[in-house]
């Protein structure tokens, strides 16, 4: 029953999809704005069709059908509700079918979105590009990845349960759709990316529409990335919050070239400059996530996230050379036409920084995909193994993560089209002292090494560039009639909120990374031992049994507080030991403890591994910021068009009305936001020079 | 037109890595290229599960094959039925000899392991790993294949066979002068 | 230099200063020796864990971990290098038991690439800007100037009001 019901749904959305498409291209190909209309009903099929093949496979789930090769998998009947629900995407099979009803929820939302504009090419060509992706993935479930496989021959009396180490923490039920919520979103402004190119309509209109899209993607896939740092630290004890792992990398590869998009689309939409650089960082951001699907999933790199091998990995790869082709291409071939109209006028300016960022952020990606891919060509060439890990990774990205910091603090205060020295000196000597504030304090506390120095000298600067903004758009606010917290929120703040949160994190990784001290200790019941000033107790051991698992604890004190249970867990028998870590978080620094040897009898000496690290809540808060800073962003502001003048406005902004340029958009209900642009002009005091015009001989 | 040579360039070098990528067999259970091939097996003492002393250096003159096991371990379930008819095919020659390696595992696990497949031959404990970072093994099953002469020839990763075992000894008994 | 110009660069230049000598300072002082814990637990984040992927002998607490630690703070101990621990376990593992790639060798590529890239693209980047400065900027026509500064004078007068 559920196996029909979930077989008929993918076949629904599979066959709904290649019929929109037939139809869509057939009423853009022959401009007919009644097919093109009518083209829209079948996404809305498509998502009915994930809908049911959901509902299908969670009742499955539920009701412990283990008929279904999939549940007998990653279920049993002792499994707990929540990681029963969890269970349909702890594999291959179950996680495509996520991606596919995510990306149905998508259309659909696109298809209400832009209902207004349901004739529009561009909107039809975005909707047959997303029509065309979730051919594939519908494809691959209807044929060589199907979760609704039976089992052969009779169901088993009880199944697997799912991976051992999916089966701890609450978190497997948010970080895995989040990180997809973030993967598929990006799936939309490439559609229409890709509909801009075909339609020949090459100026910002499709950049405008899918703003808040590829807000809402980044920040979910930025949420999605820290808490798995967070899952990964807290839970499934691989040690750290980020290993540079294969499938780490996989999730960061799209995300920073997500990251330089959003920022060179404001220059795209200001000045209209940065086309190429646009559609190719949005091409490859949805390319990427593919890559990532194919790395994590093929088993051609292991990993801790290899949960299963595939044949798929063939058919993903193509779909990548598929995506790549058809956005390279298409760029290619539009290529003269693609030129903007203006060009960079100065080296330092707004758009020299956002360009310089993009070529940055692309070196990141770049450093990263090479030393993912490195062992594997490697051995393909060499016939031996090589391992490339964290120090390469950490070494090659240190100077470029120093430099965005650097450019973090300097591009806010940077006027469009030409700045010069003594705008930027007025406006960055408080931030730069701050910034040296910081290292004198650090080196006076005993701070030592020239990396962590300029790190901790950098992130105060950039700190306090963007507080200034904040500020300066607080009071820009106040002296334009409306509340303060106007300054707070629209792209421009909540970037700038963004930001913060981005220094805190830097702080926090440069701290924890240079200054963790490990230490093993052998400590019989009873005794303690100090690491790095902390005091660890061992007291005994404990035996836990659950309903699905059972674990040797060992409870700890850390300074006097506790205990603490690090742990050995073993889900039902035949699988292998699995160490789970506590930790004594404090606001200052992290006590990971995890068992290192258990003794043979109850009463001997227990091998406990202390890591001490500090400001490692920071990580934690700092992505707490981010995210408020990405909802604050999409706070609707002021709109303004890319052809309304950014510095000083005839006749505009007297202050207590709402006056604005002529056809300016404003929304209905007035809200205004406010940033620091509004309050930079009124800057230049009497007599000082301005930001420069070129002016003819 | 100098983006269409820059595109052309971006899809040969993409060509490449998907090329490369697609012809890599998911990693599966194969003879591994260690550096200890054709160096002499690091030393094994200590004592068996039963009790008693047992040193590699005694099965000098036949093969040795050095199997690293766990009970948890589900691929070496899998392979005992293959090593025990193994061990039986080549119990009248005595031309090979298993010796087990107990890896993170109690001694009393081991031994009800190895007893309830019908395994006799001794197995040795190592406490603290020291033995398994001496052969260089990641992850149970490993099966390291030592000639008379007390030289790797083969590290087999993964699940073996008793038909993949003779075909080792017999091609290093084919190489050996 | 006029006074204005001195008071906005004057606190940049003892800004400038003051950071050189914390940044000396701070690279300069020697720290305490280390013991031979914290020296293997240098040479442990170094070193791949056998059993795991990317995750360091320091970071994991896998039994090949385990093991490895416990004989790289042996050899610690008994006064080996950091050099010839790795040798001994590349004797054992092959290469890849380190997380560093060696940087001698095919191996070297994938160090040197980056930069190569990075070089390459700043190097393109400056290219670019020494381009567009050499052309001229377009002359200012009179309509525009007089455009310009009746928009001027127009929000002068509106910030006086």
């Known amino acids: 029953m559920n196996a029909v019901l979930g077989h008929a749904g993918v076949l629904l959305s599979l066959v709904s999809a290649a019929v929109g498409i037939a139809v869509l291209g057939t009423g853009l190909g022959r401009r007919r704005p009644a097919l093109v209309r009518a083209g829209r009903i079948y996404g809305v099929l498509v998502l009915v069709g994930a809908v049911v093949a959901v509902a299908a496979m969670e009742h499955a789930f539920v009701t412990h059908d283990f008929s279904l090769a999939f549940v007998a998998d990653n279920n049993s009947r002792s499994t707990p509700l929540l990681y029963t629900v969890t269970g349909m995407w702890s594999a291959l099979a179950g996680s495509i079918l996520l991606w596919g009803v995510i990306l149905a929820g998508y259309i659909g939302t696109v298809i209400w979105r832009f209902r207004r504009r349901a004739e529009d090419p561009l909107v039809g060509w975005a909707l047959l590009v997303t029509y065309a992706v979730a051919l594939f993935f519908f494809g691959l479930m209807a044929g060589p990845s199907d979760p609704f496989q039976t089992v052969a021959g009779a169901a088993p009396a009880n199944g697997l349960g799912p991976n051992v180490l999916l089966q701890d923490n609450p978190l497997v039920a948010i970080h895995p759709p989040l990180l997809y919520l973030g993967f598929v979103g990006f799936t939309i402004p490439f559609a229409f990316a890709l509909a801009s190119l075909v339609t020949g309509r090459l100026d910002e209109d499709w950049q405008l529409a899918t703003r808040r899209w590829t807000l809402a993607a980044w920040a979910f896939l930025t949420i999605g990335i820290l808490l798995g740092a967070w899952w990964s630290y807290q839970v499934l004890g691989w040690g750290g919050f980020w290993a540079w792992d294969p499938v780490e990398n996989a999730a960061i590869l799209p995300w920073l070239c997500a990251t330089a998009y959003l920022h060179s689309a404001l220059v795209q939409e200001r000045r209209g400059l940065l086309r190429v650089w646009n559609l190719s960082l949005v091409t490859a951001t949805f390319a990427l996530t593919i890559l990532g699907t194919f790395l994590t999933r093929s088993g051609v790199v292991q990993s801790v996230h290899a949960f299963s091998e595939s044949d798929i990995g063939p058919l993903l790869l193509g779909f990548f050379g598929l995506v790549l082709v058809a956005g390279v291409g298409l760029i290619a071939w539009r290529g003269d036409r693609l030129r903007s109209p203006g060009g960079i006028d100065a080296t330092v300016s707004r758009e020299g920084a956002f360009l310089l960022n993009n070529l940055l952020f692309a070196a990141f990606a770049f450093i990263v995909l090479l030393g993912t891919v490195f062992p594997l060509l490697y051995e393909t060439f060499a016939g031996q193994q090589v391992t490339v890990g964290a120090p390469y990774f950490d070494a090659m990205t240190l100077p470029i993560a120093l430099a965005l910091l650097l450019l973090m603090a300097v591009g806010p205060a940077l006027p469009w089209r030409k700045a010069d020295a003594t705008t930027l000196a007025r406006r960055l000597v408080v931030p730069a002292w701050a910034g040296t504030a910081v290292v004198v304090i650090a080196v006076v506390a005993g701070v030592r090494g020239i990396g962590v120095l300029a790190a901790y000298g950098l992130a105060g600067f950039a700190f306090s560039a963007n507080l200034r903004q904040l500020v300066l758009a607080m009071g820009a606010a106040r002296r334009h009639g409306s509340r303060r917290w106007r300054g707070l929120v629209g792209r421009a703040n909540g970037g700038m909120v963004v930001h913060l949160g981005i220094v805190v994190i830097a702080v926090a990784l440069a701290s924890a990374v240079s200054f963790a001290h490990r230490a093993q200790v052998t400590l019989r019941p009873g005794t303690s031992a100090v690491v790095d000033g902390e005091r660890i107790t061992y007291l005994s051991l404990a035996e836990v049994r659950g309903r699905a698992s059972s674990a040797t604890q060992a409870l700890v004190l850390v300074n006097g507080h506790g205990p603490l249970r690090p742990a050995i867990s073993e889900f039902g028998t035949g699988t292998q030991p699995v160490g789970t870590p506590a930790i004594a978080s404090s606001p200052l620094r992290d006590v990971y403890l995890t068992i290192d040897s258990l003794p043979a009898a109850a009463s001997g000496a227990v091998g406990i591994g202390v890591t001490v690290q500090p400001l490692v809540s920071w990580l934690w808060v700092g992505g707490g910021v981010v995210a408020l800073g990405a909802v604050l962003a999409m706070v609707p502001g002021r709109r303004r068009r890319p052809t309304d003048p950014v510095s000083a406005q005839p006749g505009a902004r007297r202050s207590g009305t709402r006056s604005t340029p002529e056809g300016a958009m404003v929304p209905s209900n007035g809200a205004r936001a406010f940033d620091s642009t509004d309050a930079q002009e009124h800057e230049p005091a009497p007599g000082e020079p301005r930001p420069a015009v070129p002016v003819g001989p | ?177 | 230099m006029t006074a204005s110009r001195w008071r906005l660069w004057a606190p940049w230049l003892a800004m400038v200063v003051v950071l050189s000598v914390a940044l000396a300072v701070g690279a300069s002082r020697p720290g305490p020796p280390l013991s031979p814990t914290q020296r293997a637990a240098a040479i442990d984040a170094q070193l791949r864990c056998p059993s795991c992927e990317d995750v360091s002998v320091a970071d994991s607490s896998a039994p090949t971990a385990v093991a490895v630690r416990a004989i790289v703070l042996q050899r610690v101990r008994a006064g080996e290098r950091q050099a010839q621990i790795e040798d001994f376990l590349v004797s054992r593992y092959g290469p890849g038991i380190l997380l560093r790639p060696p940087t001698r060798g095919a191996t070297s590529t994938v160090w040197i690439v980056p930069v190569v890239v990075v070089v390459l693209a700043l190097g393109g980047l400056g290219v670019f800007f020494w381009r567009r400065r050499r052309r001229a900027a377009a002359p200012v026509g009179i309509e525009d100037r007089s455009l310009v500064d009746h928009a001027l004078a127009e929000r002068a007068a509106g910030a006086q009001s």
């Open chain 2, 1 to 177: 037109m100098k983006a269409r040579w820059i595109a052309l360039a971006v899809l040969v070098v993409a060509a490449g890595l998907i090329a490369v990528l697609a012809t890599r067999p998911p990693a599966a259970a194969t003879e591994v290229n260690t550096p200890l091939l054709g160096h002499q097996a690091p030393q094994v003492s200590g004592s068996t599960l039963t009790g008693g002393a047992f040193t590699l250096s005694a099965l000098r003159g036949r093969w040795a094959v050095v199997n690293f096991f766990a009970s948890w371990c589900q691929p070496c379930q899998q392979e005992e039925a293959d090593l025990v008819a193994f061990a039986y095919q080549h119990r009248g020659a005595q031309d090979a000899a298993l010796v087990g390696v107990v890896y993170d595992d109690s001694t009393s696990s081991a031994r009800s392991f190895l007893s309830s497949s019908g395994a006799t031959w001794p197995a040795v404990a190592d406490p603290g790993g020291t033995l398994a970072v001496d052969f260089g093994v990641r992850a149970p099953p490993e099966t390291f294949l030592v000639s008379p002469a007390g030289v790797v020839t083969a590290h087999l990763d993964g699940p073996v066979t008793a038909s993949q075992l003779d075909y080792w000894l017999a091609r290093g008994t084919e190489a050996m002068p």
